[in-house]
C-alpha cells in the first residue's frame, strides 16, 4: 500500500481487512446515522445534511453527573485558552521557545498541589480513569505486590479502565461497602499481599468516606499504598487527600463538558522520591539561566517513550495541556474563597432536592443515610419509565445505574450544581410529582 495522499478509501479499507460497514459496526444500529458522507457528495451538500440532523438537539433542564459535571466557566477562562500560544500549543519539547506554555502548565501543578494538599503534581492525565489505572500501575511498581483494592461502589466505567490496564500484571479485588463507605472488615480480609488500596471520596453514588482514619490505619500497617480518587470542588469543604492518601487522583475542573470530552486527569503524590520517580506523565519544574532569570523546564518525563520505550513507567504519550492550562485560571480565579463558596452551593442545592424527592409518594432519596454533596441515588420501582417521562417534559433525570453496569436496579444517580437555580430543582420535583 502506498503511504500518500491520494490513495484511495478503497485501497486502505482492502489493506487493513475491512468494509465500510465494518467501520461503524461498534455502534448500535439504532443510533447510527442515514448519513452516508462517502457516497462522494458535495461539501454544500453534507453541511446541509449535519445542519439537518444537528437540528434534532434539544436544551434540557440537565441532572446528570457521573464524572462529567455542569459547572459554570468564567469567561476569563475561555478567553485565556483561545489565545494563540495556548490554543495551538502540543508537548513543549523546546523550553526555551515554550516558556508561556511551560509557566500555564507549571501553575497548574502547583495550584492542584495546594488543592490537593499534595507535595508533586503532574502536567495531566487523559482522565480519571487513566490515572486510576496508572495509579494502580504504579503502586505495583512501588511495593512489588500483586493484589490491588478497590470497593464495588466505584465508577463502573473506571473499573473497566482498571481491568484492561492492568490485566495480566495485577489481580484487581472487589471489596463490599455500606452507607459509611468501605467495609472495612471487608478490607481487614482481603488486606494481605496488596500493593495499593482505592477509594473514593466522596463516593460514585455520592456521599463522602467515612472511614478515612481507620482505612488509612489498615492500609499502611500492611505496607500498601492509598489511592484518593476526589472531586477538586469538594476539597473547598472536606480535608484534602494529603491527609490520609499516598497519591490523588480525580478529575479536574475548568472547562466545558463539551459532550463528555475532553477531561484532565489529576495526579499528585507525596514528597517521596520512590513514589515521584515512579510517576506516569510529565514534571514541569522552575529554574534559572546563567544570568539568574527564572525559567521553566521539563524537570521529568520518565514516560517518554522515544526515550526509554519499554522501560517507559506509562504509555501515556501526551496530555491534556490546554485543559490543564483552563483549569488554572479557573483555580486561580475561584481561589479558596471561591472554591469554598461553590462547593457549599452545590451540597445545599442537592441537599434541597434530595428531600424535595423524598417528600414524593413512590421516591427514596437518597437509598443511603449518609453526608453528600453534589450526587446522591434516586430509587423508584419504574425508575425507566420515569426518566422517559422527564424526557418528554425536556428534563434529563439521572443516570440509571443498571444501565451502566451498576448493581443496583430501579435506581438512578442524580447531580445538582452550583448552575442549578431554585426554579429549576423545583421544575424537576413538579413534573415528578405529576408523573
Known amino acids: 500500500m502506498r503511504y500518500i495522499p491520494d490513495s484511495s478509501e478503497e485501497e486502505m479499507l482492502k489493506e487493513m481487512n475491512f468494509t465500510r460497514e465494518k467501520l461503524f459496526s461498534d455502534i448500535p444500529k439504532d443510533l447510527r446515522s442515514d448519513l452516508k458522507l462517502w457516497n462522494e457528495k458535495s461539501e454544500i451538500e453534507v453541511k446541509k445534511e449535519m445542519k439537518r440532523i444537528l437540528d434534532k438537539n434539544k436544551i434540557m433542564l440537565n441532572f446528570l453527573g457521573a464524572g462529567v459535571y455542569n459547572h459554570y466557566i468564567p469567561s476569563v477562562v475561555k478567553e485565556i485558552m483561545r489565545r494563540n500560544e495556548f490554543y495551538t500549543s ?9 516558556q508561556g506554555m511551560l509557566q500555564a502548565l507549571f501553575e497548574y501543578q502547583s495550584l492542584m498541589a495546594e488543592v490537593l494538599d499534595m507535595d508533586v ?24 505486590k500483586p493484589r490491588f483494592i478497590i470497593s464495588k461502589n466505584i465508577h463502573p466505567e473506571r473499573k473497566k479502565v482498571l481491568e484492561t490496564y492492568t490485566e495480566d500484571i495485577l489481580e484487581i479485588v472487589e471489596i463490599g461497602y455500606d452507607e459509611n463507605g468501605i467495609d472495612l472488615e471487608d478490607l481487614k480480609k482481603n488486606i494481605d499481599n496488596c500493593c495499593g488500596v482505592y477509594i473514593e471520596n466522596p463516593t460514585f453514588l455520592g456521599y463522602f468516606e ?3 482514619e481507620e482505612i488509612e490505619e489498615i492500609v499502611h500497617k500492611n505496607d500498601a499504598l492509598i489511592v484518593a480518587g476526589v472531586d477538586p470542588i469538594s476539597l473547598g469543604i472536606i480535608k484534602p487527600p494529603g491527609e490520609y492518601a499516598d497519591i490523588a487522583i480525580g478529575e479536574s475542573v475548568g472547562y466545558p463538558m463539551s459532550f463528555g470530552g475532553p477531561l484532565l486527569g489529576i495526579f499528585g503524590v507525596k514528597n517521596d522520591m520512590n513514589l515521584i520517580r515512579k510517576m506516569p506523565g510529565r514534571l514541569i519544574g522552575a529554574t534559572e539561566d546563567l544570568d539568574g532569570n527564572l525559567g521553566f523546564v521539563m524537570t521529568l518525563q520518565t514516560r517518554e517513550q522515544h526515550i526509554r520505550r519499554e522501560k517507559a513507567t506509562s504509555n501515556i504519550c501526551s ?5 490543564a492550562v483552563a483549569s488554572a485560571v479557573y483555580l486561580a ?8 463558596e461553590i462547593g457549599e452551593l452545590c451540597m445545599k442545592n442537592a441537599n434541597y432536592t434530595m428531600r424535595r424527592i423524598n417528600e414524593i409518594k413512590g421516591f427514596k432519596a437518597p437509598l443511603f443515610n449518609s453526608l453528600h454533596f453534589k450526587e446522591f441515588t434516586v430509587h423508584h ?5 420515569i426518566d422517559k417521562k422527564l424526557l418528554e417534559n425536556n428534563i434529563q433525570g439521572g443516570v440509571i445505574l443498571d444501565r451502566i453496569g451498576f448493581d443496583l436496579k430501579d435506581t438512578a444517580l442524580y447531580c445538582v450544581t452550583e448552575m442549578h437555580t431554585k426554579e429549576d430543582i423545583d421544575k424537576l420535583i413538579s413534573v415528578l410529582e405529576a408523573i
Not at 333 to 340: A, C, D
Not at 381 to 385: F, I, L, Q, R, V
Open 90 to 98: 502540543y508537548t513543549p519539547y523546546q523550553a526555551e521557545v515554550s
Open 121 to 144: 503534581v503532574n502536567c495531566s492525565m487523559y482522565d480519571w480513569a487513566t490515572s486510576l489505572a496508572e495509579a494502580a500501575l504504579m503502586c505495583y511498581r512501588v511495593k512489588k
Open 210 to 212: 467515612q472511614n478515612l
Open 319 to 323: 496530555n491534556e495541556a490546554l485543559c
Open 333 to 340: 480565579f475561584l481561589g479558596k474563597k471561591g472554591l469554598k
Open 381 to 385: 420501582e419504574n425508575m425507566k419509565e
